[in-house]
């Protein structure tokens, strides 16, 4: 059974920084794309970037280019999503989620197979 249990979230100034954490367990595969989403309340959940398991090649929304790193440290299986220079925009639930293969440029949801219980990422002004 895979799990995914995200940690990091909490309440930041506009400019500040947060570090999310995604520790992951039951993956069996060797090639699987991790993704981080957004939804706040009202909306629709939304991409926020991807990174490959295997080779470390990493895909992002526009929104959070030059901001967001998303990174992955294979001895503890986690991924990180590193968030800085952060907005009140950026305010939300953010999720982790796993597919198997596939490409990190999916940006739908629904491609995804597994999901965490999300962290509540709060930005005031």
């Known amino acids: 059974q895979v799990q995914l249990v995200e940690s990091g979230g909490g309440l930041v100034q506009a400019g500040g920084s947060l570090r999310l954490s995604c520790a992951v367990s039951?993956?069996?595969?060797?090639?699987?794309?991790m993704g981080w989403f957004r939804q706040a309340p009202g909306k629709e959940r939304e991409f926020v970037a991807a990174?490959?398991?295997?080779?470390?090649?990493?895909y992002y929304t526009d929104s959070v280019k030059e901001r967001f790193t998303i990174s992955r440290d294979n001895a503890k299986n986690t991924v990180y999503l590193q968030m800085n220079s952060l907005k009140p925009e950026d305010t939300a639930g953010y999720y982790c989620?796993?597919?198997?293969?596939?490409?990190?440029?999916?940006?739908?949801?629904?491609?995804?197979?597994?999901w965490g219980q999300g962290t509540q990422v709060t930005v005031s002004s």
């Open positions: 989620a796993t597919k198997s293969g596939g490409s990190i440029y999916a940006r739908n949801p629904r491609m995804y197979d597994y």
């Open positions: 039951g993956r069996t595969f060797s090639s699987y794309t």
């Open positions: 990174i490959s398991w295997s080779d470390g090649g990493t």
